[in-house]
Every structure is written in structure tokens, then in C-alpha cells.
């Protein structure tokens, strides 16, 4: 019975070598694939005026305030 607990002890561990062995064989395998296409120029987002959004956070803080108080 002890014997038996070690063989599938053993054999859960080896499965588990087995996938993490392949998981990493197949991560090189594809940073080796990527790196063959160049990187794309990262493009700027337009800068958005913050007016509006200050205009209505100040609007609904007032109209917290006077339902508070």
C-alpha cells in the first residue's frame, strides 16, 4: 500500500515535470516565432481636454451638497 502511494505520487509529479517542461518549450517556440515581425510604433492618444469633466464633477458635487444640506 505504501509502494503504491509512492508510484502515483511519482507518476503526478512526473505528469506535472512533463507539462511544465512542455509549457516552456512551447513559450520559446513562440517568443523565437514573434520575434521575427518588428515591433509597431506605439501611436499617442490625442490628449482630451479635461474642461467637461471638470465642469461636471463640480456640478454633481454641488448637487450632492444640497441634498445633504
Same mark, same amino acid.
Given at each position: 500500500?505504501?509502494?503504491?502511494?509512492?508510484?502515483?505520487?511519482? !507518476?503526478?509529479?512526473?505528469? !506535472?515535470?512533463?507539462?511544465? !517542461?512542455?509549457? #516552456?518549450?512551447?513559450?520559446?517556440?513562440?517568443?523565437?516565432?514573434? +520575434?521575427?515581425?518588428? =515591433?509597431?510604433?506605439? !501611436?499617442?492618444?490625442? +490628449?482630451?481636454?479635461?474642461?467637461? #469633466?471638470?465642469? =461636471? #464633477?463640480?456640478?454633481?458635487?454641488?448637487? #450632492? +451638497?444640497? +441634498?445633504?444640506?
Amino acid at each position: 500500500m505504501f509502494w503504491t502511494g509512492i508510484q502515483i505520487m511519482l !507518476v503526478g509529479m512526473g505528469t !506535472v515535470f512533463g507539462f511544465l !517542461v512542455l509549457m #516552456v518549450l512551447v513559450m520559446i517556440l513562440a517568443a523565437s516565432f514573434l +520575434k521575427r515581425f518588428p =515591433e509597431a510604433a506605439p !501611436v499617442a492618444a490625442p +490628449k482630451k481636454s479635461t474642461a467637461g #469633466v471638470e465642469a =461636471e #464633477v463640480a456640478a454633481a458635487i454641488a448637487i #450632492v +451638497k444640497s +441634498k445633504i444640506g
